[in-house]
């Protein structure tokens, strides 16, 4: 008991240090391991037996895992669906204009590395799913996002049902972007950017607020100052939610003088559905009249949707996803991606030692924004910033890892014919994929520890109208790293993905194209490696620092403020 209370408390106080502690104590009491089983970490946490998953090919073979033939009984009490339109995962592509690769992007050398099966190959149910995500997260999130809810589906049902959601939001990351540059002028620049001086500014805080007025912007077409008192009262309910469901006290109690922390959460998800309610009956309002929602880019696809059609979404439905749409842990997500990502352009330098100063020890080197400026060619500037982009994803992913119940025994295997391995999952225990660490798996990437701007250049330049010929001769398939599970992968990979990314580049574009300019020195040996930028000490001190330096739970950023100094370049 004792052992599980500590395993627990270590894993959440830092994920990334109680994994690299564990790995390094089974590589010292078993140096015989197959190399699956080092890369695999048995725990026990939140009383569940666990396997925490470091490999790039192991987290791959289970997102992308795909049951076999559905039971006919279970396709047809989905009615009138054809379920085989919805076979192909679209989530995928890294977007028009950013691949022509598939999202896994992997060349069928390395997609071959490892694959799953049954450990039972005679059981009935060898076709079903043998990963589940309800069961593993339905402890912590159904009380907390109750209702239809992608996150909480598995199998055909959740095909289906997102298959509808895409089709609703496929155009939201292009309708959005004058939107998004606009909330950025007016909330970020024109709040922050004022005079000649430049201005010092806690960067994730900072972010943190412009995220807020972009989730509430484009999906509830609500502002700060249009609607003030709204806008506040969703935030304070969003964040009230987030810490009931993370609550070290996972009670409910609640008393005229006092409520738990999970209490008060609770509580703040009835009056989120009230508010979101009265928001999702005017999306759904047949005539699309509603003023406040005439700018209001989610609501585009909804106007006028009639019962009869395939893919109408009913108001419990759309509620209970603008609650995730523009959930807090939504926001911290987004504020740290885009924290590293604005780091990454504006204060890194090529410099690796960050030294190249003049003699009043100002930095004289060029960072990638201004690199960027630099080009005129708005298509070169935009293969930049997606390349700069992937990188900063995979080594800075904000959420760092995802559950999955194992349904039946399950066999990982090993496909290199020199050393067959296989890892058993029993029944009932649970995989978890620590992006974190696939993102930087050595197996997979040189230098998986270091920031390097231009890694992801061949899947952007590739396929740019003005590729060079060299480029295209060069820079074949096999020459192009995996991209990052940043956003997860499969059929259960992120639905705003694509959103996601679209808000880091128009903020960035944003700056850019306004001369904007940061200056600022990044202090904390932690943050330096989470966005890999220099290599000062050993693996093993590198790991204490992030333990030191960053949170984790529930998504991954700093624990203290980023300071730099924002201001306009003199023209």
Same mark, same amino acid.
């Given at each position: 008991?004792?052992?599980?209370?500590?395993?627990?408390? +270590?894993?959440?106080?830092?994920?990334?240090?109680?994994?690299? @502690?564990?790995?390094?104590?089974?590589?010292?009491?078993?140096?015989?391991?197959?190399?699956?089983?080092?890369?695999?970490?048995?725990?026990?946490?939140?009383? $569940?037996?666990?396997?925490?998953?470091?490999?790039?090919?192991?987290?791959?073979?289970?997102?992308?895992?795909?049951?076999?033939?559905?039971?006919?009984? %279970?396709?047809? *009490?989905?009615?009138?669906?054809?379920?085989?339109?919805? &076979?192909?995962?679209?989530?995928?592509?890294?977007?028009?204009?950013?691949?022509?690769?598939? $999202?896994?992007?992997?060349?069928?050398? =390395?997609?071959?590395?490892?694959?799953?099966?049954?450990?039972?190959?005679?059981?009935?149910?060898?076709?079903?799913?043998?990963?589940?995500? !309800?069961?593993?997260?339905?402890?912590?999130?159904? &009380?907390?996002?109750?209702? +239809?809810?992608?996150?909480?589906?598995?199998?055909?049902?959740?095909?289906?049902?997102?298959?509808?959601?895409?089709?609703?939001?496929?155009?939201?990351?292009?309708?959005?972007?004058?939107?998004?540059?606009?909330?950025?002028?007016? =909330?970020?620049?024109?709040?922050?950017?004022?005079?000649?001086?430049?201005?010092?500014?806690?960067?994730?805080?900072?972010?943190?607020?412009?995220? #807020?007025?972009?989730?509430?912007?484009?999906?509830?077409?609500? *502002?700060?100052?249009?609607?003030? $008192?709204?806008?506040?009262?969703?935030?304070?309910?969003?964040?009230?939610?987030?810490?009931?469901?993370?609550?070290?006290?996972?009670? +409910?109690?609640?008393?005229?003088?006092?409520?738990?922390? /999970?209490?008060?959460?609770?509580?703040?998800?009835?009056?989120?559905?009230?508010?979101?309610?009265?928001?999702?009956?005017?999306?759904?309002?047949?005539?699309?009249?509603?003023? *406040?929602?005439?700018?209001?880019?989610?609501?585009?696809?909804?106007?006028?949707?009639?019962?009869?059609?395939?893919?109408?979404?009913?108001?419990?439905?759309?509620?209970?996803?603008?609650?995730?749409?523009?959930? *807090?842990?939504?926001?911290? @997500?987004?504020?740290?991606?885009?924290?590293?990502?604005?780091?990454?352009?504006?204060? #890194? !330098?090529?410099?690796?030692?960050?030294?190249?100063?003049? %003699?009043?020890?100002? &930095?004289?080197?060029?960072?990638?924004? %201004?690199?960027?400026?630099?080009?005129?060619?708005?298509?070169?500037?935009?293969?930049?910033?997606?390349?700069?982009?992937?990188?900063?994803?995979?080594?800075?992913?904000?959420?760092?890892?995802?559950?999955?119940?194992?349904?039946?025994?399950?066999?990982?295997?090993?496909?290199?014919?020199?050393?067959?391995?296989?890892?058993?999952?029993?029944?009932?225990?649970?995989?978890?994929?620590?992006?974190?660490?696939?993102?930087?798996?050595?197996?997979?990437?040189?230098?998986?520890?270091?920031?390097?701007?231009? !890694?992801?250049?061949?899947?952007?330049?590739?396929?740019?109208?003005?590729?060079? /010929?060299?480029?295209?001769?060069?820079?074949?398939?096999?020459?192009?790293?995996?991209?990052?599970?940043?956003?997860?992968?499969?059929?259960?990979?992120?639905?705003?993905?694509?959103?996601?990314?679209?808000?880091?580049?128009?903020?960035?574009?944003?700056?850019?194209?306004?001369?904007?300019?940061?200056?600022?020195?990044?202090? %904390?040996?932690?943050?330096?490696?989470?966005?890999?930028?220099?290599?000062?000490?050993?693996?093993?001190?590198?790991?204490?620092?992030? @333990?030191?330096?960053?949170?984790?739970?529930?998504?991954?950023?700093?624990?203290?403020?980023?300071?730099?100094?924002?201001? =306009?370049?003199?023209?």
């Amino acid at each position: 008991m004792v052992s599980r209370l500590t395993q627990s408390f +270590s894993f959440h106080s830092s994920p990334e240090s109680f994994i690299s @502690a564990r790995l390094g104590e089974s590589t010292r009491s078993d140096g015989d391991a197959l190399p699956l089983a080092s890369r695999i970490v048995r725990a026990q946490i939140l009383n $569940r037996e666990v396997h925490i998953v470091t490999s790039y090919h192991v987290c791959k073979a289970i997102l992308c895992h795909q049951p076999g033939a559905i039971e006919s009984v %279970e396709e047809a *009490s989905l009615g009138r669906f054809d379920a085989s339109k919805y &076979d192909s995962e679209y989530a995928h592509v890294y977007a028009q204009g950013r691949t022509s690769i598939s $999202r896994g992007g992997v060349s069928p050398q =390395r997609s071959r590395k490892c694959t799953v099966h049954a450990k039972n190959r005679g059981r009935s149910d060898d076709k079903a799913n043998f990963f589940a995500a !309800r069961t593993a997260y339905r402890q912590f999130m159904g &009380d907390f996002f109750p209702g +239809s809810n992608l996150l909480l589906e598995d199998g055909l049902a959740h095909k289906i049902h997102k298959a509808k959601w895409r089709t609703r939001l496929d155009h939201l990351p292009q309708s959005s972007v004058s939107l998004i540059r606009q909330i950025t002028e007016s =909330r970020f620049l024109d709040q922050l950017v004022r005079g000649r001086n430049p201005q010092e500014v806690d960067l994730y805080a900072s972010l943190k607020s412009l995220v #807020w007025d972009i989730l509430f912007g484009v999906f509830l077409s609500i *502002s700060r100052d249009g609607n003030g $008192r709204k806008f506040k009262q969703l935030e304070e309910l969003q964040e009230a939610l987030l810490r009931g469901q993370f609550s070290t006290f996972p009670v +409910s109690i609640s008393t005229p003088l006092w409520s738990s922390t /999970r209490s008060r959460g609770l509580q703040a998800v009835e009056e989120l559905e009230k508010s979101l309610a009265t928001i999702a009956r005017d999306v759904l309002a047949s005539n699309g009249t509603s003023r *406040s929602f005439n700018a209001c880019p989610f609501s585009e696809q909804f106007r006028g949707t009639s019962l009869s059609s395939d893919d109408y979404l009913d108001t419990e439905d759309i509620v209970s996803h603008l609650r995730l749409f523009t959930s *807090s842990i939504a926001n911290k @997500a987004l504020a740290s991606l885009l924290t590293a990502f604005i780091l990454n352009l504006f204060v #890194w !330098r090529p410099s690796s030692s960050m030294t190249n100063t003049d %003699e009043q020890g100002s &930095d004289t080197s060029v960072s990638l924004a %201004e690199l960027i400026r630099s080009y005129s060619d708005p298509q070169k500037r935009d293969v930049m910033l997606n390349a700069v982009l992937a990188e900063t994803e995979r080594l800075s992913p904000p959420v760092v890892g995802v559950m999955r119940r194992v349904q039946q025994d399950v066999l990982i295997s090993s496909a290199d014919r020199d050393q067959p391995d296989e890892y058993e999952i029993p029944e009932g225990q649970d995989a978890w994929l620590y992006l974190s660490g696939a993102n930087r798996d050595p197996d997979v990437y040189d230098r998986a520890g270091d920031f390097v701007w231009d !890694r992801f250049l061949p899947f952007y330049s590739s396929s740019s109208n003005d590729a060079t /010929r060299a480029n295209a001769d060069c820079l074949g398939t096999d020459f192009r790293p995996p991209l990052p599970f940043t956003f997860g992968d499969g059929v259960k990979s992120c639905l705003g993905a694509e959103f996601s990314r679209q808000v880091c580049l128009t903020v960035a574009k944003t700056l850019v194209d306004e001369s904007i300019m940061m200056t600022g020195r990044i202090e %904390e040996g932690g943050v330096i490696s989470w966005l890999g930028w220099e290599r000062r000490t050993s693996r093993k001190d590198e790991v204490q620092l992030m @333990a030191r330096d960053l949170k984790q739970l529930p998504t991954q950023r700093p624990r203290r403020a980023i300071k730099v100094q924002i201001g =306009r370049l003199n023209m």
